[in-house]
């Protein structure tokens, strides 16, 4: 089974690999889309950290397979069939923003770690 999930995993912490590590325990191989800076430009978010370094942050982590970079909203459908995902997973806080998707794979949203989120840790650096 292939899972899929996105984010922009800046300011990388024990909630985000708790998170990807379920990802994976959902199936064999594990693809994580990033955004691209340009994307969370558009967004109107700053990454802390460039696209290359989050990117390298996740590639030393033993449970993700393959990472791609996220230019704009829409490209998750093409993801999905290209990657021939079978499960699409999100954050909770995302529940029912995705599930449009469940026509080409199986939707789950996971629970996100209490107390521990990115926009916490920016506001502490």
Sequence with gaps: MRVITYGTFDT?????????????????YLIVGISSDEFNKSKGKIAHFDFETRKSFLESLRCVDLI??????????????????????????????????SDLC????????????????????
Excluded: C
Aim: hydrophobic share 35%.
């Design 12 to 28: 990388l912490h024990y909630g985000h690999i708790l998170l990807l590590n379920r990802a994976k325990a959902m199936g064999n």
């Design 68 to 101: 791609i970079p996220e230019h704009h909203w829409e490209q998750k459908r093409d993801d999905i069939v290209t990657h021939k995902a079978d499960i699409f997973t999100m954050g909770d806080d995302w529940a029912g923003k995705f599930d449009d998707l």
């Design 106 to 125: 199986e939707v789950r949203y996971l629970s996100r770690t209490p107390n521990v989120s990115s926009t916490l840790l920016r506001g502490h650096l």
